[in-house]
């Protein structure tokens, strides 16, 4: 298909699908050298970080080291230093985003920014920081990102009942995601008990689908008919889940009077395996109502070869077939999805403390030379 160089298969993914393209990415060049801006035309519509995320742009490119010297020889604590760093870049961000939540009415613009990993196992903790965050950051497109751990779920609930967007990460299981779900929705009606606008308030549940595949790949072996299935088999049926909890009686009493859905977002769409086709998570989960984050390859490959057409339709049927036969296959879902979910925090936690590591060496050689 021809098309104009104003547009692009990204824009329409959304024009002809109601799936919103979001860049799974965000560094100081995008800020201050108008990389965000470059995305933004060529039809991303949101961005979504994570520790991992923000330790690689921070120790891989000088960009941030007038920054960090200056807050350093402030006399900021390495820790402190980091949070600066992390949110001028969330600030400006934002701001480029905000004209595309202002034309959307708040659907997109948005851009995550998760609490320490550290906090994903501490209800009180992970709300304490996520009201700091938006409190600090104060703009109506942030997303606070919290892991969906069991002690995050009620935190969520929490700080949707507070009236604040939240992001919802690391989704695994379809278990999990019914959790999940139920805490936005008891969240809206809290928010809605005490007189809040729900409106105001956004969600994204973030479901992660290539690791799951990678994992069970691993036990059931590359050979088997069932590899490379598992995980657009569960994430079709989470949207069917989608359909059902938002189309209910109970949502649309509160959707009469402003509530918006907790959109679904395939999170680590990137394909794993090489012998697997470069656009299998995304070209196979499109349907409206839901949203891609990219990584920057994933999204390339999508504006070169993309192909922008609802693939979840019904067949909702053959992929629960595909889960039970892979549980005749001795396959326990739910011992993949606690290992990938501590996997997850894991490697989070381990960026997180060795980019603190490597600023802290940083910092004494500053403080030697002053």
Same mark, same amino acid.
């Not at 929705?185 to 007189?195: A, C, K, M, S, Y």
């Not at 590899?227 to 209910?248: C, I, M, P, T, V």
């Not at 299998?280 to 999204?299: D, F, H, K, R, S």
């Not at 936690?349 to 030697?368: I, P, T, W, Y």
């Given at each position: 298909?021809?098309?104009?160089?104003?547009?692009?298969?990204?824009?329409?993914?959304?024009?002809?699908?109601?799936?919103?393209?979001?860049?799974?990415?965000?560094?100081?060049?995008?800020?201050?050298?108008?990389?965000?801006?470059?995305?933004?035309?060529?039809?991303?519509?949101?961005?979504?970080?994570?520790?991992?995320?923000?330790?690689?742009?921070?120790?891989?490119?000088?960009?941030?080291?007038?920054?960090?010297?200056?807050?350093?020889?402030?006399?900021?604590?390495?820790?402190?230093?980091?949070?600066?760093?992390?949110?001028?870049?969330?600030?400006?961000?934002?701001?480029?985003?905000?004209?595309?939540?202002?034309?959307?009415?708040?659907?997109?613009?948005?851009?995550?920014?998760?609490?320490?990993?550290?906090?994903?196992?501490?209800?009180?903790?992970?709300? /304490?920081?996520? !009201?700091? #965050?938006? &409190?600090?950051? *104060? %703009? +109506?497109?942030?997303?606070?990102?919290?892991?969906?751990?069991?002690?995050?779920?009620?935190?969520?609930?929490?700080?949707?009942?507070?009236?604040?967007?939240?992001?919802?990460?690391?989704?695994?299981?379809?278990?999990?995601?019914?959790?999940?779900?139920?805490?936005?929705?008891?969240?809206?009606?809290?928010?809605?008990?005490?007189?809040?606008?729900?409106?105001?308030?956004?969600?994204?549940?973030?479901?992660?689908?290539?690791?799951?595949?990678?994992?069970?790949?691993?036990?059931?072996?590359?050979?088997?008919?069932?590899?490379?299935?598992?995980?657009?088999?569960?994430?079709?049926?989470?949207?069917?889940?989608?359909?059902?909890?938002?189309?209910? /009686?109970?949502? !649309?009493? #509160?959707? &009469?009077?402003? *509530? %918006? +859905?907790?959109?679904?977002?395939?999170?680590?769409?990137?394909?794993?395996?090489?012998?697997?086709?470069?656009?299998?998570?995304?070209?196979?989960?499109?349907?409206?109502?839901?949203?891609?984050?990219?990584?920057?390859?994933?999204?390339?490959?999508?504006?070169?070869?993309?192909?922008?057409?609802?693939?979840?339709?019904?067949?909702?049927?053959?992929?629960?077939?595909?889960?039970?036969?892979?549980?005749?296959?001795?396959?326990?879902?739910?011992?993949?999805?606690?290992?990938?979910?501590?996997?997850?925090?894991?490697?989070?936690?381990?960026?997180?403390?060795?980019?603190?590591?490597?600023?802290?060496?940083?910092?004494?050689?500053?403080?030697?030379?002053?």
């Amino acid at each position: 298909m021809l098309r104009s160089k104003y547009m692009t298969a990204l824009h329409e993914l959304y024009e002809q699908t109601r799936q919103s393209p979001w860049v799974d990415d965000l560094k100081r060049s995008y800020v201050d050298r108008g990389g965000l801006n470059d995305l933004i035309v060529k039809g991303i519509r949101g961005v979504t970080s994570n520790p991992t995320i923000m330790a690689n742009a921070i120790a891989s490119t000088t960009d941030y080291d007038d920054q960090f010297r200056e807050l350093v020889l402030g006399g900021s604590t390495v820790e402190e230093a980091y949070w600066e760093l992390v949110i001028y870049d969330i600030l400006g961000a934002l701001e480029q985003l905000h004209p595309l939540y202002d034309s959307s009415d708040g659907e997109d613009g948005y851009v995550s920014l998760e609490v320490a990993p550290s906090l994903a196992r501490d209800t009180q903790a992970t709300i /304490a920081s996520a !009201r700091l #965050l938006h &409190e600090r950051i *104060a %703009r +109506p497109n942030l997303m606070v990102k919290i892991p969906a751990t069991k002690e995050g779920i009620n935190a969520v609930e929490e700080m949707i009942s507070e009236g604040h967007s939240i992001n919802v990460t690391l989704i695994f299981s379809l278990g999990r995601y019914a959790e999940v779900v139920e805490a936005y929705i008891r969240g809206i009606e809290r928010l809605v008990d005490r007189g809040g606008d729900p409106g105001k308030v956004a969600s994204v549940a973030s479901f992660f689908v290539s690791r799951v595949d990678t994992e069970i790949d691993r036990r059931i072996g590359p050979a088997s008919k069932l590899a490379g299935q598992a995980a657009l088999a569960q994430a079709r049926l989470a949207y069917r889940y989608f359909e059902d909890s938002f189309s209910s /009686a109970r949502f !649309r009493s #509160l959707a &009469e009077i402003g *509530a %918006r +859905p907790q959109r679904p977002l395939w999170a680590s769409t990137s394909t794993k395996n090489p012998a697997y086709p470069d656009l299998l998570y995304v070209e196979g989960l499109i349907a409206p109502q839901t949203v891609n984050t990219l990584p920057i390859a994933t999204m390339d490959a999508f504006i070169d070869h993309g192909i922008p057409r609802r693939s979840i339709i019904d067949g909702y049927a053959a992929d629960e077939e595909i889960l039970e036969s892979l549980k005749s296959e001795g396959i326990d879902f739910k011992e993949v999805t606690d290992l990938l979910e501590e996997q997850g925090l894991n490697s989070f936690s381990s960026s997180f403390d060795d980019l603190l590591v490597k600023m802290e060496v940083k910092a004494a050689q500053l403080r030697g030379r002053s």
